[in-house]
């Protein structure tokens, strides 16, 4: 139990088997200790086991929110799902935006464990306090977007009417893509990691969550409101963040494809190059074959921008949501969609060997319905046209060829139905696919998750957060782009490897704060450790100092590495795709502005290391002892020492 400010003290365990629920409190240690959303929730999946099978029964699914989620406190509407990743094998954590995490707090939840398997689909549906199951057949076999105005329909009677979210899997997570997600609202995903296929393993086809707007209150409320205060201002004064000014306002995540693609930092044509300047100038015989400007944010708000909708208690409004008519096999199609992001855009288009901007918004439109991760689906693609391309699918047909958007639109869907023996294969992603075909040299992935749109070549920062990622290659775990690029808090060189270890552990562990409060990521572009201690502080009525809430962060990301170090990984997994790293014999340098650069990977291992007190990759004991985490087996390495076997 707790009585901390910001919390429900209200957990419902779920068991689908038997359909059972059961309600608990909050450990109030655990709280302290773990703050909450993904750092509670990664927790309770640590307790479940660090063994399990991610596909079977005794996986649990965790929908956690934070102390902060559904607050006054500025971007603060997310919400986190936790569990053990079918698609890398490690703990994992997906969040999304919108109103489903604000409403969970307003119903009187902090947080819905879901276990077991239920033998038909059904939904959960979360209303005061209470959860109920109910039957989802007629649901089952839906896109979400279906499933979404079907339920709206038929919960919509009560007193509340529409003031509900809808968090919900489509065909993707029912025929269990690895990469399958969880989307909320129609347009707002929990994309990495494989959560929307754990999910339909559970024949768990939605959560719906019904409630008022009941704000929680701030326990000391001078204390919170000098925070919120000096939150707004950073926020409003931020080029970045600024309201209806600054580049995260104004053009969304897509602010950065002009960015990356003038430091020759976007990858391109499945990263065989550095950007899409420099692959029209090795292939174009003069001629510009891409241009990334054409998928930009800039031009996107140009051309096809509609309504710019926000998340809870959020001024900044990053969604662009379009509207464009595109061709499709003779067949005029009009798409309406909210997700025109930086990384999506990259992963369907520029990556995959195309610009075709009105076509993106179409395959971003059909990832949102069949409920697949933009980037996996994207990345995977584009893996298998080079695979095309080297004749190591001529066994399945066709393939895929280079820049094809006709086929990708299509191959979304397929994958989703897992139609075709292609198809079937790409479901299962890039790791499969690796291993099924002698493809390794093919593959972007790091732990079996692909790589965002960052190139680790130029982008030293991202080669180290790739590798060392505790959910398989990442940008969010350690947003060092925020340095390397916007010069937030301060301005270093993206292509000097020193120091970036230590960049990157301080980026992982802020944000492991920020995702355990739950709120968004990008409010780091202007909010420092001091507007989140004050507001922190307000909220929960504790009084933490700034080093004591870095040492939080610094707990939860080792608790997830202790995790995936009892699972089974250790250094050997903090990798990168070869033609990224120098001495590689399938290594390929960067061009352009960036020519010849190679990530320096062993170097920025050593230092990373260094500065998180692990042994090859392994949490030491004495390291777990001196961060207070006092739960499980213990990896059996001292200083100095060796990593344990794995099956210890």
Same mark, same amino acid.
């Given at each position: 139990?707790?009585d901390?400010?910001?919390?429900?003290?209200?957990?419902?365990?779920?068991?689908?088997g038997?359909?059972?629920?059961?309600?608990e409190?909050?450990?109030?240690e655990?709280?302290?200790k773990?703050?909450?959303?993904?750092?509670?929730?990664?927790k309770?999946?640590?307790?479940?086991g660090p063994?399990?099978?991610?596909?079977?029964?005794?996986n649990l699914?965790?929908f956690?929110?934070?102390?902060?989620?559904g607050?006054?406190?500025?971007m603060?509407?997310?919400?986190a799902?936790?569990?053990?990743?079918?698609?890398?094998?490690?703990?994992t954590?997906?969040?999304?935006?919108?109103w489903s995490?604000?409403?969970?707090?307003?119903?009187g939840?902090?947080g819905l464990?879901?276990? $077991?398997?239920?033998?038909?689909?059904?939904y959960?549906?979360?209303?005061?306090?209470?959860?109920?199951?109910?039957?989802?057949?007629?649901l089952?076999?839906? $896109?979400?977007?279906d499933? !979404?105005?079907?339920?709206?329909e038929? !919960?919509?009677? *009560?007193s509340?009417g529409?003031?509900?979210?809808?968090?919900? =899997?489509?065909?993707?997570?029912e025929?269990e893509?690895?990469?399958?997600?969880?989307?909320?609202?129609?347009?707002? /995903?929990?994309?990495?990691? $494989?959560?929307g296929c754990?999910m339909?393993?559970?024949?768990l086809?939605? %959560?719906? %969550?019904?409630?008022?707007?009941?704000?929680?209150?701030?326990?000391d409320?001078e204390?919170?409101?000098?925070?919120?205060?000096?939150a707004?201002?950073?926020i409003?004064?931020s080029?970045?963040?600024?309201?209806?000014?600054g580049?995260l306002?104004?053009? *969304?995540?897509?602010?950065?494809?002009?960015?990356?693609?003038?430091?020759?930092?976007?990858?391109?044509?499945?990263?065989?190059?550095?950007?899409?300047?420099?692959?029209?100038? &090795?292939e174009?015989?003069?001629e510009?074959? !891409?241009?990334?400007?054409? %998928?930009s944010?800039e031009?996107?708000?140009?051309?096809i921008?509609?309504d710019?909708?926000?998340?809870?208690?959020?001024p900044?409004?990053c969604?662009?949501?379009?509207?464009?008519?595109?061709?499709?096999k003779?067949?005029?199609?009009n798409?309406?969609?909210?997700?025109?992001?930086?990384?999506?855009?990259?992963?369907?288009g520029?990556?995959?060997?195309?610009?075709?901007?009105?076509?993106i918004? %179409?395959?971003?439109?059909?990832c949102?319905?069949?409920g697949?991760?933009t980037i996996?689906?994207g990345?995977?693609m584009a893996?298998?046209?080079?695979m095309?391309?080297?004749g190591?699918? @001529?066994?399945?047909?066709?393939?895929?060829?280079?820049?094809d958007?006709?086929t990708?639109?299509?191959?979304?869907?397929?994958?989703?139905h897992?139609?075709?023996e292609?198809?079937d294969?790409? &479901?299962?992603g890039?790791?499969?696919?690796?291993?099924?075909f002698?493809?390794?040299?093919?593959?972007l992935?790091?732990?079996?998750q692909?790589? /965002? /749109?960052?190139d680790?070549?130029c982008?030293?920062?991202?080669?180290? $957060?790739?590798?060392?990622?505790?959910?398989?290659?990442?940008?969010?775990? *350690?947003?060092?782009?925020?340095?390397? =690029?916007l010069?937030?808090?301060?301005?270093?060189d993206?292509?000097e490897?020193?120091?970036?270890?230590?960049?990157?552990a301080?980026?992982?562990?802020?944000h492991?704060?920020?995702d355990?409060?739950?709120?968004?990521?990008?409010?780091?572009?202007?909010?420092? !450790?001091?507007?989140?201690?004050?507001?922190?502080?307000?909220?929960?009525?504790?009084?933490?100092?700034e080093?004591e809430?870095?040492?939080?962060?610094?707990?939860?990301?080792?608790?997830?590495?202790?995790?995936?170090?009892l699972?089974?990984? +250790?250094?050997?997994d +903090?990798?990168?795709?070869?033609?990224f790293?120098?001495? +590689?014999?399938?290594?390929?340098?960067?061009?352009?502005?960036?020519?010849?650069?190679l990530?320096?990977?062993s170097k920025?291992?050593?230092e990373?290391?260094?500065v998180?007190?692990?042994?090859?990759?392994?949490?030491?004991?004495?390291?777990l002892? @001196?961060l207070? =985490?006092?739960?499980?087996?213990?990896?059996?390495?001292?200083?100095? *020492?060796?990593?344990?076997p794995?099956d210890d």
């Amino acid at each position: 139990m707790t009585d901390l400010g910001g919390f429900q003290d209200h957990v419902a365990r779920i068991d689908l088997g038997d359909g059972d629920v059961a309600y608990e409190g909050i450990d109030e240690e655990d709280a302290k200790k773990y703050i909450g959303a993904r750092g509670l929730g990664v927790k309770y999946v640590f307790d479940q086991g660090p063994d399990v099978d991610p596909l079977g029964p005794e996986n649990l699914l965790a929908f956690m929110n934070g102390p902060l989620t559904g607050t006054q406190v500025t971007m603060s509407g997310r919400i986190a799902i936790c569990t053990k990743s079918p698609l890398t094998g490690t703990v994992t954590d997906s969040h999304h935006g919108g109103w489903s995490g604000a409403r969970l707090k307003w119903s009187g939840f902090d947080g819905l464990l879901f276990e $077991g398997q239920a033998d038909e689909p059904v939904y959960a549906l979360v209303e005061d306090g209470e959860v109920e199951l109910r039957d989802a057949s007629h649901l089952w076999g839906q $896109g979400v977007h279906d499933t !979404i105005d079907d339920l709206e329909e038929e !919960i919509e009677g *009560g007193s509340l009417g529409k003031n509900l979210s809808v968090m919900a =899997i489509g065909q993707g997570g029912e025929n269990e893509v690895k990469y399958a997600c969880i989307v909320n609202e129609d347009d707002r /995903a929990s994309g990495r990691g $494989g959560t929307g296929c754990v999910m339909g393993n559970k024949n768990l086809k939605a %959560v719906v %969550v019904k409630s008022s707007t009941r704000m929680p209150k701030p326990k000391d409320q001078e204390t919170f409101q000098e925070g919120h205060k000096q939150a707004m201002q950073v926020i409003q004064e931020s080029d970045v963040t600024a309201p209806n000014e600054g580049g995260l306002s104004m053009y *969304g995540t897509n602010v950065l494809m002009n960015l990356t693609e003038e430091m020759d930092g976007l990858p391109t044509k499945n990263a065989r190059y550095s950007s899409t300047r420099s692959y029209s100038d &090795a292939e174009g015989d003069g001629e510009r074959i !891409i241009d990334s400007e054409n %998928v930009s944010g800039e031009n996107v708000r140009e051309n096809i921008l509609v309504d710019e909708p926000t998340c809870h208690s959020c001024p900044v409004a990053c969604k662009k949501e379009v509207e464009v008519q595109a061709m499709h096999k003779g067949e005029e199609m009009n798409v309406r969609t909210e997700s025109y992001e930086y990384e999506s855009a990259w992963a369907l288009g520029p990556n995959s060997g195309h610009v075709e901007r009105d076509k993106i918004a %179409v395959m971003l439109e059909r990832c949102n319905d069949v409920g697949v991760d933009t980037i996996d689906v994207g990345n995977t693609m584009a893996m298998a046209m080079e695979m095309t391309e080297e004749g190591k699918l @001529d066994e399945l047909g066709d393939g895929l060829d280079w820049g094809d958007a006709e086929t990708m639109i299509d191959m979304i869907e397929m994958i989703a139905h897992r139609e075709t023996e292609l198809a079937d294969h790409l &479901a299962e992603g890039p790791d499969h696919l690796a291993e099924e075909f002698d493809a390794h040299t093919n593959s972007l992935a790091v732990k079996g998750q692909t790589m /965002a /749109a960052y190139d680790p070549r130029c982008m030293k920062g991202m080669a180290i $957060g790739y590798a060392t990622s505790n959910r398989g290659a990442c940008h969010l775990r *350690g947003y060092t782009p925020a340095a390397e =690029i916007l010069g937030i808090p301060e301005k270093v060189d993206p292509r000097e490897w020193e120091g970036k270890g230590e960049l990157c552990a301080t980026f992982q562990d802020l944000h492991a704060i920020s995702d355990s409060f739950d709120i968004c990521k990008f409010n780091a572009f202007a909010e420092g !450790i001091e507007e989140y201690v004050l507001q922190y502080n307000g909220m929960t009525g504790l009084d933490v100092s700034e080093e004591e809430l870095m040492e939080a962060g610094e707990r939860i990301y080792n608790l997830e590495r202790y995790y995936n170090n009892l699972a089974g990984f +250790d250094g050997s997994d +903090d990798d990168l795709p070869n033609r990224f790293v120098e001495g +590689d014999e399938h290594a390929m340098p960067a061009q352009g502005g960036s020519e010849g650069e190679l990530a320096e990977l062993s170097k920025m291992k050593d230092e990373y290391y260094e500065v998180r007190d692990w042994e090859n990759g392994v949490v030491p004991d004495e390291k777990l002892d @001196d961060l207070g =985490i006092d739960i499980g087996p213990g990896t059996g390495v001292s200083s100095g *020492g060796a990593a344990a076997p794995s099956d210890d």
